[in-house]
């Protein structure tokens, strides 16, 4: 009986001081909006790249944020360079650090190297275009995106 009485209160304090470390820890959370530079407080994607900025994908362009300001991307039509719509869907960084951006009208590869944007005009296994909506972007170990 004292042996398992012994067990018991060793037991609670094992407990008692394993959940007075996990309380001790601190979150900090920021929030950002329109406010802080984000073009629209809706956000649809969220990655953080190998560099460590983080994009966030909106109804109203591209973002990125380097921790302290945004900078935004959005289609500008006398450029050729620039993303060709602002309604982000999905983001995803392949290996080589270029971005793939889904929008409610196709796929977008962005490439930090030059600052520029290319609209991703491969055929589909079907033999399609992509010019749809872009829900999901994913890669594989083999460096595919699917």
Same mark, same amino acid.
């Given at each position: ?13 094992? #407990? ?7 309380? !001790? ?9 329109? #406010? ?14 190998? #560099?460590?900025?983080? =994009?966030?994908?909106?109804? !109203? ?14 289609? !500008? ?22 971005? =793939? ?40 170990? #083999?460096?595919?995106? =699917?």
């Amino acid at each position: 009986m004292k042996k398992a009485l012994v067990l018991l209160v060793s037991f609670i304090c094992y #407990q008692i001081v394993c959940h007075a470390q996990v309380m !001790d820890e601190h979150y900090y959370f920021k929030n950002l909006s329109v #406010q802080n530079g984000l073009s629209q407080n809706t956000v649809n994607a969220i990655l953080q790249d190998k #560099q460590g900025f983080m =994009w966030f994908g909106t109804k !109203d362009g591209l973002n990125r944020y380097d921790g302290l300001s945004f900078r935004q991307f959005k289609h !500008d039509g006398r450029s050729q360079r620039s993303i060709g719509n602002n309604f982000i869907t999905a983001l995803y960084e392949d290996a080589e650090g270029n971005i =793939w951006v889904g929008t409610d009208v196709g796929l977008y590869i962005y490439y930090p190297e030059n600052d520029s944007f290319r609209h991703f005009e491969e055929l589909s296994a079907e033999e399609t275009k992509i010019e749809h909506t872009v829900t999901a972007i994913v890669g594989d170990d #083999q460096g595919c995106v =699917w």
